[in-house]
Structure formats: C-alpha cells, structure tokens
DNA sequence: GTATTTTACTTGTCATGACAATATAATATG
DNA sequence: CATATTATATTGTCATGACAAGTAAAATAC
C-alpha cells in the first residue's frame, strides 16, 4: 500500500491524507479525537466524497485512524512505534538518535548456496553479492550482518564503499530499486567465539538472529540479509500488523 | 484494513477478492502471472469497474498482488508465509501443525506495575487479570508467557480453565472483543535458573523475549503479552511489512 | 418519566462516467 | 531496416449520484 504515489503529481486524496497526518502529528488531532466526516473534508477541501474517503481510509490501512459505521472515524490511541529491524540499518539507527557507522569485512561476487539461491529467487547460474559489514552505533558494534544480493539486479556494486555509503541509497539512486515490503524470521542463539569477538561479546552470550527478505514493489526479492544482533544492546520492533 | 467485513451480507467486493485469492491458493493463478484486468472482472462479475479496482486493490494492500499502471496486476512472487508470536499461541502452533497446550501456573486479579499500567493505558485504579502460562507443542515447553489483561474489559475471566481454553476464543465468544493488529518488541537474553526449569533448558541458554501488545479493531489495547520462548523450538515470523 | 418512533448524521457499498498517466504494440514513414 | 507516430490496453484519479447499514439524538406518545 504505498503512501507516496509514484507519479508526476500529487492526488488531492494524498494531500487532504498529509494534512490529517500533520494535524495528529503536532497533536491538534489527539488520540481518541473524531476527525472531521468524509462530508465535512469534501466541503472543506473542495473535493468529491470519495476523494475525502481514500484520504482516510489509507489513514485507516496505516492503523493510524479507525473508523466505525454511523459514527465516525477517531484517531488511534496507540501510537504507532518506528519499527527496527526492517529497513536500512542506517535509517534505524538514525532513527534512535545514534551515530550509525559499519565496517566492511568483506564484499565479494560469488556462487550461492542453495538455500540462499532458493530464497532470492536466482535464475540459474546466477551469481550473488556477498556484503559482509559489523553494524556499530556510536561506535559500538551492535550487529554483524551479512546481506546476500542478487548480482544481475546491482552490476558494478562492488565499486562502492559500505563502510561509507548506505546500501539502501544505492538501490534507490543507482539502480532504481526501492525496497518496499520485508519480512523476517527471527530466533535467539548464542554467540560462537569468532562472532562473540567482532561484536565484543562473551562467547555464549544471548543474540538475536533475524532472517530478512526484502522486496520491491512489484516482490522480487532484492535482498536477503542475515544479522546477528546483541542481545542486549538491540530491540527488534516490528511495524503494527493486521492479525484480524 | 480489515478483509473480512463486519457486516450482515457479503460485499461484492469482498466475494471476487476471495474468488481470485481462490485461484491464487489453488495455483490456478501462479506467482508472476498476470490478472484479469479491470475491464475484465467487471464483464465477468457483471460489476462495475470500480467494485473489481477494490477487489484487486485489496489484494495489493496485503502484499499478494502487485499492479503496475498501464500494464496490469500481478500475483506475487514472494509468498507471503504465516507469521508467528504475533495471534494466539493456540492458532500459531495449530498452523505449524503442533498441537498446542498449555500449563497454567497462575490466573491472579492484582494491581499493575507502573510500566504494565501505562502500556494497557488503564484507567487511574484499573486492576489486571496477570495469567502465567507454560506454552507447550506436542507437550514440549516452548514457551513461558506472561499475559496481562485489562480487568475492566474481562469481568469474571478467573472463571476459565486456560489449559484447555483458547484466551483469543473466549475475548471473541464472551467479550465480543476481536483481536485486530498486534505489535511486538523483541530481545535476546538468557535464560535464569527458574526459567530454564520450566522451559527445560540450561541456565544460561540463549531465550528470545517478545513483548507484544494486541489492540482490537478501534486501537484499545487488549493485551499485553511477555512471552520468553526457547531460541532453538521456536522462530518468530513476521508477518510481510510495508516499509516503503 | 419511560418507551417508542422519527430524524439526522455518518460510514459502507456500488453505479456510471470521464480523463490522465503509463506502457506496449501496431502502423506509417524515411 | 530503423525511427517516429499512432493506436490500444491498462491502471490511477476524480466526479456525481444513489442507496444501505449503523448509530445516536431528538421528538413524540403513553
């Protein structure tokens, strides 16, 4: 469901939909408020009622604002949290208010194992990426995190400093990729010595152990991405899902 | 965005986005190929274009279709897999094929920790029901879960054996409460001596703690779950997140 | 004062219609 | 044969209009 139409304008319902946004964000709408009908936003915007409707039933998808038939529609109590974990690592340390900063332990082409061929979804024979990077906020390792990226989508990555340059970025500037869905399988492990080390951990202590997929907007999968988190220096949090 | 609505007849809309989510399970409709276009649904439902746009636009906003403008719609290649930690234990565990149980330790009325208040957004003086449970598959321990419940929202929820009752059936069938969207915060720690006694494990083995909170279809906070589950039985799937 | 009915407001569903934007295929031209 | 133009297909946006369903408030009846 993207929010930011990809197109040459801006639609009115996407406008009057950053407009409500903005009035929950500096809290002129609070959580519990009514927000105005469908009426009252197509009079006061000018626009038809089914144009004031997208507006709030994408607000409605984003589980930012609920609605009930014959009564109304009211923002959500809870607010959502930044989720972590998801996107750019960059983007989510950023998000925290540290410094993100990665060192690269290696960047190589190579051959894929097959669970990795299978996920990715590799035509034959195809080659991989491997970026191998210690995730550090403030310094600090955080994460060791190993991304496997199809080679046909990215030619000439291997030009690029990771230690510098956000991976990310690169998909959306160079190569015309935005990720856009993810999803992750996560378990808890204990560090092996040689991990335990690079993150500045005890052998054996607790980490986190997620599995991305992440994907473009039309789903090919654009990157698989093993981390290994410290357990006690990093939350995962999800987005809110839909479990009805 | 809820897909099945909450009304007293079936919507057009709704009938043709499970007809084609049909043939998507049944493999009439493959990953990659294409959908019937717009014009195509409407002659073949005998509907109007903007009824077969909802039907596919609902497809999209739950990551199982992709549209492009001026090309037509898609059937993702990633399927989307079921995700876990996030519904009811019960559910999860039935949907990996397990069987599910649970060891009651403790069902107790109580006055809630400050953190726990805040998070549940209770009213000035609003007691929990606080329900310890022992989460087992095929009677292995997998799970140590603390579930904190709005007492308000659950008058005379002590009366239930939580063995053998599924707490999501009894909020849907006695308190007409439906969980809706879930969020989870989750960590790896290690296991202290207690928790590894009844999750079976060594003191000390790695443990993923998700703190997840449920909120029904207006955003009241439902729940609030602490669940410590062993790091080799258990993988936490999210669900697929939009991150674009 | 209470119960019932009516009114008003609001969201939900669906129709018809039009045009814009995007992309590809077919045709015309040099 | 290559290039440019036109046609076609499809999704995206927006309008007007109507009626259903749900809910609460106001008015009326007893």
Not at 47 to 64: C, H, M, P, Y
Request: proline share 6%; charged share 25%; aromatic share 12%.
């Amino acid at each position: 469901m993207p929010t930011a139409p990809n197109r040459s304008f801006t639609p009115l319902y996407y406008q009057i939909e950053q407009d409500l946004l903005r009035q929950i964000d500096k809290g002129e709408l609070k959580p519990g408020d009514q927000l105005p009908s469908e009426a009252q936003i197509s009079r006061q915007y000018g626009v038809s009622r089914i144009t004031a409707r997208r507006a709030l039933e994408n607000l409605v998808q984003q589980g930012i604002v609920y609605s009930r038939q014959g009564i109304g529609s009211f923002v959500a109590y809870a607010r959502i949290r930044e989720m972590s974990g998801f996107r750019s690592f960059s983007e989510d340390i950023t998000a925290k208010g540290y410094r993100p900063s990665s060192r690269v332990v290696e960047l190589s082409l190579e051959e894929p194992e097959a669970d990795v061929a299978r996920r990715l979804q590799l035509p034959e024979g195809g080659k991989i990426y491997r970026l191998h990077r210690i995730r550090q906020m403030d310094d600090q390792p955080v994460a060791d995190e190993v991304a496997y990226l199809p080679a046909h989508l990215y030619p000439g990555l291997d030009q690029y400093d990771f230690s510098k340059a956000s991976l990310y970025e690169v998909f959306r500037t160079r190569y015309g990729i935005n990720p856009t869905w993810a999803d992750a399988e996560i378990e808890a492990t204990f560090a092996a010595p040689d991990l335990a080390q690079r993150l500045g951990l005890q052998p054996g202590d607790a980490v986190l152990v997620a599995l991305r997929q992440t994907y473009s907007a039309t789903f090919e999968v654009i990157e698989l991405v093993r981390s290994v988190y410290c357990g006690s220096r990093f939350t995962f949090f999800t987005g809110r899902q839909f479990i009805g």
